[in-house]
């Protein structure tokens, strides 16, 4: 199958602090993305959808100035926490379509603020 | 409203038994219906999927049965392995929109 990395796999920062996460898609270009943010032993929660070359869309509920998404590239987007506090604290995974219809997702990425 | 419903929410399967996991969708204009399998501190990862101009998908120890009628999908995972114990999702979706996602099912196959 596609292959859709994430850096980092693992950040630690302190509170107050920004960070940011990569989500690239390896072999193929992605028109679109996702963001999921998952809690422990729970399904994946979709924060925004991420379209290369335009702004995200944000589902409800979540603060787009928060966590700012940008989509530089048909390869890359990008997902920063901004000023971030533990509870943001999450599992944050990406995706991206293929052909429409298949969503490939990133090996995730484990965010702890102390 | 959640628009897919998985269960069970957990399942334990003894080694070689058959994993069933059922989900049931609202909305009759999704046409693509994948499943993920995910492992601690692991992204999901797809595992098999099915559209629904079909009522069956085998791939290799896993099949995916549709029931268009009933708005039904299950998973059906033959001679479990304990390696298969992990997380699984289903999904429903739009072609090239959001896909919904089930609660998940956490199966544990025991040696």
Redesign the interface.
Same mark, same amino acid.
């Given at each position: 199958g596609a292959v859709v990395s994430q850096h980092p796999s693992r950040v630690i920062c302190k509170s107050g602090t920004s960070v940011k996460i990569e989500c690239r898609s390896l072999d193929f270009q992605a028109t679109t993305m996702f963001w999921y943010r998952q809690f422990p032993k729970q399904s994946l929660m979709l924060m925004a959808t991420s379209n290369e070359g335009s702004k995200a869309t944000y589902e409800q509920g979540v603060e787009k100035d928060k966590f700012l998404i940008n989509h530089a590239s048909l390869t890359l987007s990008t997902l920063t926490v901004t000023s971030a506090h533990p509870e943001d604290s999450s599992f944050y995974i990406c995706s991206a379509n293929i052909r429409q219809t298949e969503q490939y997702f990133g090996p995730g990425t484990r965010l702890t603020v102390t | 409203q959640q628009q897919v419903k998985q269960s069970p929410q957990s399942l334990i399967v003894q080694k070689g038994g058959i994993s069933i996991i059922n989900c049931a969708y609202e909305n009759t204009a999704f046409d %693509?219906f994948?499943w %993920?399998q995910q492992f601690p501190?692991?992204?999901? !990862?797809?595992l098999i !999927?099915i559209r629904p101009d079909v009522s069956e998908k085998k791939e290799g120890r896993f099949t995916i049965s549709f029931n268009k009628s009933a708005k039904q999908f299950s998973l059906h995972i033959m001679d479990s392995q304990p390696g298969d114990s992990a =997380?699984y $999702?289903c !999904?429903a979706?739009f =072609?090239?929109n959001? $896909?919904y $996602?089930? =609660?998940?099912t956490?199966l544990t196959v025991i040696p």
């Open positions: - | %693509y994948p %993920y501190g692991k992204g999901p !990862a797809l !999927a =997380t $999702f !999904a979706s =072609t090239g959001q $896909f $996602f089930g =609660t998940g956490s």
